[in-house]
């Protein structure tokens, strides 16, 4: 991200933030999108954007009659944002993403640092398609990479949600080739994705591991002292009893190594493993230890 040469007022940064997002990652701005998004009427948002252009990115947009929106130029550099991906997927999901604005404001926050694992990103072109696909509910060509295949494989995905692990981001999608849902990285989609004409015939609904909860019910490890144990009832905001999170089926595998679980339940090491699973018989069974996972996809959900 660019730093500009004056500083922005934060109603109009998060607006350009807006523009920048919406326009690298979809390939299409209007101002629908910031009248909606900010509650403002469409003059403001046209000025908005016309302000975006000429005082901090000229060039950066292009007006497309046809689309009747503004796209992306092909020498188009971030300004305002930092041209990664998990911007727009941040926004998808109604977060925001704040930690990258502050250096343009002055209004005594204290220093922060947000640590990140280094990850490969995937580009704007496999981002949009991945994104149309999801939205427009269609099938989606692509070519694949995985250990076994480090050149990539040729799949038919039909994808219908955005997931982020807390290990990057992925679509939950269909596989044709591999007969199953599956969690799909999208650093690993390479080559020219093509949105297929074709309607998807595995959707949302038919994918049960994503639709089916399940309860994780946690509570400090056995081995702790009672001073062990409330401070680790204060780290995880335990109260009395075990505590309950739910989750979808098929989000359990990334979710109970974020707790420090895993599928048996109590560990030995209760330093490296505070919280232990009390009711690890109710995990389904190819969650549970010991289960050998075929090797069709739908078996093991993640690629």
């Known amino acids: 991200m660019k730093k500009t040469e004056w500083p922005i007022r934060w109603d109009l940064l998060l607006r350009y933030r807006l523009i920048e997002i919406v326009a690298l990652w979809e390939g299409r701005l209007t101002t629908n999108h910031i009248c909606h998004g900010f509650g403002i009427g469409r ?7 016309n302000t975006y252009l000429r005082e901090l990115a000229p060039g950066n947009l292009v007006y497309d009659r046809h689309l009747k929106g503004y796209i992306p130029a092909t020498d188009f550099q971030p300004v305002v944002t930092r041209g990664q991906p998990e911007e727009y997927l941040e926004l998808a999901c109604r977060h925001q993403s704040l930690s990258n604005c502050f250096e343009n404001l002055d209004i005594g926050l204290p220093d922060s640092c947000v640590v990140r694992a280094p990850c490969r990103q995937a580009s704007p072109e496999v981002t949009r398609a991945v994104i149309t696909a999801c939205r427009q509910k269609r099938k989606l060509e692509a070519r694949y990479l995985t250990l076994d295949h480090p050149d990539g494989e040729p799949l038919i995905l039909e994808p219908h949600t955005l997931v982020m692990t807390g290990q990057g981001w992925h679509v939950r999608a269909w596989s044709d080739r591999r007969e199953g849902f599956a969690d799909f990285r999208l650093s690993r989609l390479t080559g020219k994705l093509q949105v297929s004409r074709d309607k998807s015939r595995h959707r949302e609904e038919h994918d049960e591991r994503w639709n089916r909860m399940i309860s994780l019910k946690v509570q400090p490890a056995a081995g702790l002292n009672s001073a062990q144990r409330r401070l680790v009832c204060a780290d995880f905001g335990l109260e009395d009893g075990p505590m309950e999170v739910r989750c979808r089926e098929a989000m359990a595998p990334w979710l109970m190594p974020m707790l ?17 699973l009390t009711n690890a018989d109710a995990l389904p069974a190819w969650l549970k230890p010991g289960h050998q996972p075929a090797a069709t996809l739908n078996q093991t959900d993640t690629v």
């Open 43 to 49: 003059q403001q948002a046209s000025k908005d954007i």
């Open 260 to 276: 420090g679980l895993t599928a048996g339940g109590r560990e030995d090491d209760v330093d490296a493993k505070p919280l232990e």
